[in-house]
């Protein structure tokens, strides 16, 4: 059956990333989804986050405003985002996001396949 999640119903999970804000509204807890989930992302400006992978899932993101920078593999690589710009990091593949603003926030939507709840995505800090 489908399910309609509005996003003033989704507390922000600020514990999730410290830092970050990601309003999680498609997940196990909202949905029956077995194997996906869908988040909005908030980085607020100078914000960084750990470098980490994800070892049961992979994450797909897109980029609503602003610019993000993500680090990506052991060397780091860099891949600069903006509004209209989708990623895609298979799982096991280690990464980070910043900000580089002073004052503009980026937003954006994630995903993980293959979890049914950001929490299940074996999430691993590696710094």
Not at 40 to 57: E, G, L, N, Q
Not at 65 to 72: C, E, F
Request: aromatic content about 10%.
């Amino acid at each position: 059956m489908a399910v309609k999640v509005s996003f003033k119903d989704v507390s922000p999970a600020l514990e999730y990333e410290p830092g970050f804000e990601n309003r999680q509204g498609i997940n196990d807890s909202t949905t029956d989804t077995k194997m996906g989930t869908l988040s909005r992302t908030f980085f607020p400006p100078k914000s960084k986050s750990r470098m980490h992978y994800h070892a049961t899932a992979d994450l797909a993101w897109h980029c609503i405003s602003g610019r993000a920078i993500w680090l990506i593999g052991k060397e780091k690589k860099e891949y600069v985002l903006g509004p209209g710009d989708f990623l895609y990091i298979p799982r096991g593949e280690a990464h980070a996001t910043m900000n580089p603003s002073d004052t503009e926030p980026v937003e954006g939507v994630g995903a993980y396949f293959g979890c049914s709840h950001p929490s299940k995505s074996g999430k691993v800090i590696v710094e």
